[in-house]
């Protein structure tokens, strides 16, 4: 049994991130768990949390995450704690995109890494930096101004994010807030290719389209549109990236954004966190809205796994479908976080019926 | 009548000879690349001024020319290198007949290497040109000599000069009472430690690397032998179609280039004709993960053999050969910079790659199911994106099929108008395989990369061909029902089996089906299989996540629906089952039957399966005991 979970293992590590290595992983660890294998599937889950994440499976990441925890508390020295600590953050980045998860719950799984951090000796910059992140995430920007002062005031250890992963979270910060100034100045380092790692500029030239378009920077926001939607189109992971070019080409052109919209509605379809595909959804029927009120006759493409799909369908009925499901989730997560945000924004980009 | 005169850099220059050796340049074979390039941006710069004076028709060469009557009108660029001595007295000289220098000229480069110590490595990037480029060229000899001497005469002044400089930044300029010829000779004498980069082998094999598709003679000598280095004819780079008729020729370049047996290639051309080259059809299957290491020459030059960037991402069973005169690489030239042009020219040159694909099709259908087999995933790849390429590609496609990996016309044929059924994961194709095989009936696995992406875009290329998704759950369509009587007949104890089952979210059906020897089928959702999952993930975890993965479960819960338990009426073991009147014991059946199915699917069971599993083997012992004593 050990040879075909190496061998399946084995399958996964020639594969790209992805559906398929996901489900070959999957395959294994379900073997290595008939087989009581505990550390060979501990092993497993670390690849499937890290190829989940950053192949957008959230959910999974969460789910192979949570075990890997439980067996770790039970047997600390077997395990190499600064990885899984390296990860929690991970899972505390996506808890808010799920609206099941309530309140109480998120600050506590805060608290249990600022626990766990302190016990290992690393400071609690990241603490401060992720619940600048999370308040960001649930629409509290008040607060996220006031944690984006705690957590620069903490020096860096080898458990912070990277310089570019912050410094581009204080770019979206400013994106939110609807203070251009400051988020072009913010991305200064990151757009001159000074400040970047593996999700930077990727998360920050969508967040800079608005602002440079705002401010008559047409050109600039058309060239950041292109770098940007060029290093994320074939990466599920950056779904809400995608949707928010979505949001700009639903101002500056919708007619490209019709390409846009039909290569990615069937990653939003079966994408396992609400946030994200809420995020989709509202932004898509933007656009759509744009073209329908322009009169613009067209059909637009829904890939095979939408069963209401039929080649005929109109925009105003693809627009009758989809802006519901995006209303009822904003719904759910301003319930959820206590206040309107996402609903106040829906109303924004949204034009009512 | 000769005039030395002492000057001084106003830079380290040891510092900047530090920062070329050690951060910019890889090794110090460059110096080669750096030497040639000066040659070569010379003779391009003379090339330049003979086209403005022709065009203004003043041919102010005239004067320069009188000297040197081996030159005709029709000029041509030319460089020879030179080796000499022996062991540390070796000497490589480097010759040109380009535009050569004049005395401010050799003062502007000077003064050019003293701004770039301010600036550092990043000046090869932003340095266009031709005197700023030699400058900075030249600093990369010091890694192998410790003295540069450069003779040369310029064509717009004629007076010979000398520059002699060392290592430590100091240099003298004198004129020259000798005439020499118009151009540039460079000598450099081998510093200890360097006898490496003076060999013979070495710099022939490193002119031909950097310098093959020059197009003048690169000529190297040798103890009094010349020979020609680089390539004798480029003419084909104009044109690389003429290149299909030559392809033994063109297959041996490319390994002469690229270290690499090809047996197939592509010629491409951006319709500008600024951008060419040779795509290779990799003769071995890729790792979808290796990095395409394309070679790439600027303006003849060459610039790197590892860019990755110059052919859309889907090529990777491309190895090419690129030459270009319109890209801008990046300092480390290892990448193109991503502008606007690199988008076009990548995308001309896809196209091109396609259309040969196309081409062949039509023409040479064996050609190309050869390269499919090969590349068959990369090709795929490239027909989700590109509805115009699997239109033409989809019927050489293979998928494994309960006939076997077929291709897909032929599964077309099979299906014979029908829908093409196909499961979107691996993990349903595996659930119903045994069953749908049993029956004769055609299911595609579309759970591989790229597979159901491609299924599902079919009937966007033709509306003839259909597909349809199938899920595990449907699978008991093509099994047969009971008849009414015998629904009435079981009614009762499908209710028993139900309430058994009802703990686990699983629920219990009756059909017929094939294989007999397969009592039970349990079919399970992608959702029910990720609450499966979170629910055995529950009983591991710590508190706090066992709460998170509660919550969670409930939005899973919504859409995940039941699991089904399908029991085969065509087996003996399940006929039997129906038949007991017990209720116990049809209950303890169930729940064994259930066990046993998890178990056959690799289903990692929760403790309360566990439980289960115990709770009714307990009970069949209990009962065959039972039963041994009636008897």
Redesign the interface.
């Known amino acids: 049994m050990e040879d075909t979970i190496y061998e399946l293992m084995e399958q996964a590590q020639d594969l790209p991130g992805g559906a398929a290595k996901l489900a070959i992983l999957e395959e294994a660890v379900r073997l290595a768990d008939t087989s009581g294998l505990k550390e060979l599937a501990y092993e497993i889950r670390g690849e499937i949390v890290d190829c989940a994440i950053f192949n957008g499976y959230p959910l999974k990441s969460l789910i192979a995450f949570s075990w890997q925890l439980g067996q770790f508390d039970q047997n600390p020295e077997e395990y190499d704690a600064d990885e899984l600590l390296w990860n929690y953050k991970w899972i505390l980045g996506k808890v808010c995109s799920f609206s099941n998860i309530s309140k109480t719950q998120i600050e506590d799984l805060a608290e249990d890494m600022r626990r766990r951090y302190a016990e290992y000796g690393y400071n609690e910059r990241p603490y401060y930096y992720y619940k600048f992140r999370i308040a960001m995430d649930m629409g509290e920007l008040d607060e996220a101004r006031r944690y984006l002062d705690t957590f620069r005031s903490v020096e860096r250890d080898s458990m912070s994010d990277c310089e570019a992963c912050e410094q581009s979270q204080m770019v979206r910060f400013y994106y939110l807030t609807g203070e251009d100034e400051q988020a072009l100045a913010v991305a200064k380092p990151i757009l001159s290719g000074r400040m970047k790692c593996a999700e930077v500029p990727h998360v920050t030239l969508s967040q800079v389209l608005l602002p440079l378009y705002r401010q008559g920077e047409v050109d600039e926001a058309k060239e950041n549109h292109r770098k940007g939607y060029r290093l994320i189109r074939d990466e599920r992971d950056f779904l809400k990236t995608i949707a928010e070019h979505i949001e700009y080409l639903a101002i500056a052109d919708p007619i490209q954004g019709i390409e846009v919209v039909e290569r990615h509605l069937h990653m939003a379809l079966d994408y396992e966190s609400g946030l994200e595909q809420m995020y989709f959804y509202a932004t898509m029927v933007s656009l759509l809205q744009k073209l329908d009120t322009s009169g613009e006759k067209r059909l637009i493409r829904l890939p095979a796994s939408l069963e209401w799909a039929r080649e005929d369908r109109t925009l105003t009925e693809i627009i009758a479908y989809f802006r519901p499901l995006a209303e009822s989730a904003a719904a759910d997560f301003d319930r959820r976080n206590g206040n309107t945000f996402y609903s106040d924004w829906i109303g924004k980009i949204v034009q009512t019926a | 009548m000769s005039q030395t005169d002492e000057y001084r850099f106003q830079v380290n220059l040891g510092g900047m000879i530090d920062i070329l050796a050690n951060h910019l340049y890889s090794s110090p074979r460059v110096f080669i690349r750096e030497v040639l390039q000066n040659a070569t941006d010379a003779i391009t710069a003379r090339k330049e001024l003979r086209k403005v004076a022709a065009e203004s028709n003043v041919l102010q060469e005239d004067k320069a020319l009188e000297d040197t009557a081996s030159e005709s009108n029709d000029y041509e660029g030319k460089v020879i290198v030179e080796l000499s001595g022996s062991g540390e007295h070796q000497v490589l000289m480097i010759q040109d007949n380009g535009i050569g220098l004049s005395e401010e000229d050799i003062h502007r480069f000077l003064s050019i290497i003293g701004q770039s110590s301010k600036k550092g490595a990043d000046l090869l990037a932003s340095e266009t040109s031709f005197i700023g480029r030699f400058g900075i060229g030249l600093l990369s000899c010091f890694m192998v000599s410790d003295e540069i001497v450069v003779l040369t005469r310029s064509v717009k002044e004629g007076i010979s000069m000398e520059w002699r400089g060392k290592p430590d930044g100091t240099y003298t300029i004198r004129r020259l009472e000798t005439e020499l010829p118009v151009g540039t000779q460079i000598y450099l004498r081998c510093k200890p430690g360097s006898e490496f980069y003076y060999e013979p082998a070495q710099v022939e094999e490193s002119l031909f690397y950097y310098g093959a598709l020059l197009p003048y003679p690169v000529m190297l000598s040798v103890d009094g032998e010349t020979k020609r280095v680089n390539l004798p004819s480029t003419s084909w780079m104009q044109d690389p179609d003429q290149l299909r008729s030559r392809r033994s020729e063109v297959l041996d370049l490319g390994y002469r280039l690229m270290g690499e047996r090809f047996s197939d290639f592509i010629p491409l051309r951006t319709t500008s004709g600024r951008t060419g080259g040779i795509a290779f059809i990799l003769p071995r299957s890729v790792?979808?993960?290796s990095k395409r290491l394309h070679r790439v020459y600027l303006k003849h030059m060459l610039v790197s053999d590892k860019a990755e960037n110059v052919l859309p991402e889907w090529a990777f069973f491309i190895k090419s050969l690129i030459w270009t005169d319109e890209l801008q690489p990046t300092a480390s030239r290892e990448y193109f910079y991503?502008n606007?042009q690199l988008?076009d020219v990548r995308s001309e040159l896809g196209t091109c790659i396609r259309e040969e694909l196309l081409r062949m099709a039509q023409y040479e259908p064996d050609r190309l199911q050869h390269w499919i087999r090969l590349h068959e995933l990369s090709m795929k790849a490239l027909a989700v994106e590109d509805d115009e390429f699997l239109r033409i590609m989809y019927r050489w496609f293979s998928f494994e099929s309960t006939f076997g990996r077929r291709e897909l016309k032929e599964l077309i044929q099979e299906a014979d108008g029908r829908p093409l059924h196909y499961t979107?994961?691996?993990?349903e194709y595996r659930q119903i395989t045994h069953v749908a095989a049993a029956q004769s009936m055609l299911v595609i696995n579309g759970?591989?990369?790229y597979d159901s992406d491609i299924l599902?875009k079919l009937?966007?290329i033709d509306p003839n061909l259909q597909?349809e998704?199938l899920s595990p759950e449907e699978v008991s369509l093509s099994f047969t029902g009971l008849t009414q009587e015998e629904r009435e007949s079981y009614y009762g104890v499908l209710r028993v089996m139900d309430a058994a089952l009802q703990p686990m979210r699983c629920r219990a059906e009756l059909k017929r089906f094939e294989p007999v020897s397969l009592p039970v089928l349990y079919t399970i959702s992608q959702d029910a299989l990720?609450l499966r999952?979170?629910e055995?993930?529950v009983e591991?975890?710590?508190s706090?996540?066992?709460?998170?993965?509660d919550?969670?479960k409930?939005?899973?819960q919504q859409n995940s629906g039941y699991s089904t338990l399908y029991f085969n009426l065509n087996n003996p073991v399940v006929a039997r089952i129906l038949e007991a009147t017990d209720t116990q014991m049809v209950t303890a059946a169930t729940e064994m039957m259930y066990v046993n199915a998890l178990?056959m699917g690799?289903?990692?069971?929760n403790r309360s399966e566990l439980g289960l599993m115990n709770r009714s083997v307990l009970h069949f012992i209990n009962w065959g005991l039972g039963n041994g004593q009636n008897a």
């Open positions: 790792n979808l993960n991503e606007e988008d979107s994961t691996v993990d759970g591989y990369i599902e009937h966007w597909t998704r990720t999952s979170m055995n993930t591991e975890t710590t706090l996540f066992s709460n998170v993965l919550s969670l409930a939005g899973v178990m690799h289903y990692p069971m």
